[in-house]
């Protein structure tokens, strides 16, 4: 009964442990143009899955994912922008 409590308990711990902190990378971005072009990237990213949030600098024509590293990698979400129609280009990694 004690060991049966405390698989238990290691079931339900066990996924909170290995949820890795999120990370954060900034992609210089290509042919973003308008708000629909930063839709799609965003659309594009969250259907791939991994990513929490995507933030726009349409100056710096840059793109910043906030992703799990347990789900997806920067090379993985490069490609992803990529292949959504903006050549991306990895600048920044944090976290
Ligand atoms: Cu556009």
Redesign the pocket.
């Known amino acids: 009964m004690k060991k049966l409590l405390s698989t238990l308990i290691l079931m339900v711990l066990a996924p909170l442990a290995l949820a890795a902190p999120p990370k954060q990378a900034t992609y210089e971005v290509k042919n ?7 839709l ?1 990237i965003e659309r594009a990213l969250k259907r791939a899955g991994g990513v929490s949030k995507v933030d726009f600098d349409g100056k710096a024509a840059t793109v910043i994912v906030q992703f799990d590293p347990a789900q997806t990698s920067t090379a993985s979400i490069q490609k992803t922008i990529t292949e959504a129609g903006f050549p991306a280009k990895l600048r920044a990694e944090r976290g």
């Open positions: 973003m143009t308008c708000g629909t072009c930063a799609a």
